[in-house]
Antibody, heavy 124, light 107 residues
């Protein structure tokens, strides 16, 4: 069965950095695009970033562009999110999510499997 | 950016009752709309994609309909495990966006 397990969350000061990881199993990781989606405490869902199955294209929400970098290592079945210049408003649970398959252009922007999430708190 | 509006914000119903949740888009999203269920402390779970397609393993009591700007998620007969928050999400236009959610709670 598909499993996505995030790690790397924690407390960081404003302006600091953190790297999240998402270990994938139960499917052919190298064949699917992957996303990060976040949820601030008590709030709704916000899409953060996407990477194509082979890492050739990456897309970011305007709110994180230039500060966050999504990457993947298909040999390790792992997705990453490098977060720099963190702000209080980046405080959230960060979920990795698998892209729905079989869409035109190779990216669906809907999410058929999600990890359990990792909490990032940006506070002094 | 496409804005999704969900109504009602809260729906109070009893087990066995029918639930009808609405999602409206600020412009047409064709049929590119998904529904997710989220329980406290858990990740969202995909229920419906592309307006009316049930995801793998989703019970038949969940159904989706609509196109363009108006969409509905129907739960034909609420089970105890269905009390949760439901989000709609569009993938028609970049960036993908979510609605604010509808909470279905026990009356």
């Amino acid at each position: 069965q598909v499993q996505l397990v995030e790690s790397g969350g924690g407390v960081v000061q404003p302006g600091g950095s953190l790297r999240l990881s998402c270990a994938a199993s139960g499917f052919t990781f190298s064949s699917y695009g992957m996303h990060w989606v976040r949820q601030a405490p008590g709030k709704g869902l916000e899409w953060v970033a996407f990477i194509r199955y082979d890492g050739s294209n990456k897309y970011y929400a305007d709110s994180v562009k230039g500060r966050f970098t999504i990457s993947r290592d298909n040999s390790k079945n792992t997705l990453y999110l490098q977060m720099n210049s963190l702000r209080a408003e980046d405080t959230a649970v960060y979920y990795c999510a698998k892209d729905l398959p079989n869409c035109t252009g190779g990216v669906c922007y809907s999410f058929d499997y999600w990890g359990q999430g990792t909490l990032v708190t940006v506070s002094s | 950016e496409i804005v999704l509006t969900q109504s009602p914000a809260t729906l109070s119903l009893s087990p066995g009752e029918r639930a009808t949740l609405s999602c409206r888009a600020s412009q047409s999203v064709s049929s590119y709309l998904a529904w997710y269920q989220q329980k406290p402390g858990q990740a969202p779970r995909l229920l419906i994609y592309d307006a009316s397609n049930r995801a793998t393993g989703i019970p038949a009591r969940f159904s989706g309909s609509g196109s363009g700007t108006d969409f509905t998620l129907t739960i034909s007969s609420l089970e105890p495990e269905d009390f949760a928050v439901y989000y709609c999400q569009q993938r028609s236009n970049w960036p993908p966006t979510f609605g604010p959610g509808t909470k279905v709670d026990i009356k």
